[in-house]
């Protein structure tokens, strides 16, 4: 079983950064994607970001070029570097872990982007 533990959430005014990290406990062997996903109010949740094992990555059209997702070598860890928030990335993050066959998510973060 696999515990995924987020931080760094909170408001922020449009402009501003904000830095997301989650970590893993328990067995993380064979981890392959980890990333965050994100779901508003009344919206599809949607894959925010995400890095493999062999950190190839992937980003919403969103996001590109404002946000940016890294593992950590022992691949429990991961981080999301938000800057230029925009008052539509307000939502719930979540973080998610992939190993094997099961995915684990973590309990979520508000994000607030608002002056």
């Known amino acids: 079983q696999v515990q995924l533990v987020e931080s760094g959430g909170g408001l922020v005014q449009p402009g501003g950064s904000l830095r997301l990290s989650c970590a893993g406990s328990?067995?993380?062997?064979?981890?392959?994607?980890m990333g965050w996903y994100r779901q508003a109010p009344g919206k599809q949740r949607e894959l925010v970001a995400g890095?493999?094992?062999?950190?190839?990555?992937n980003y919403a059209d969103s996001v590109k070029g404002r946000f940016t997702v890294s593992r950590e070598s022992a691949q429990n860890t991961v981080h999301l570097q938000m800057n230029s928030l925009k008052p539509e990335d307000t939502a719930i993050y979540y973080c998610y872990l992939r190993r094997f066959s099961e995915e684990y998510w973590g309990q979520g973060t508000q994000i607030t982007v608002s002056s």
């Open positions: 890095v493999t094992n062999t950190d190839n990555t």
């Open positions: 328990g067995s993380t062997f064979g981890v392959y994607y």
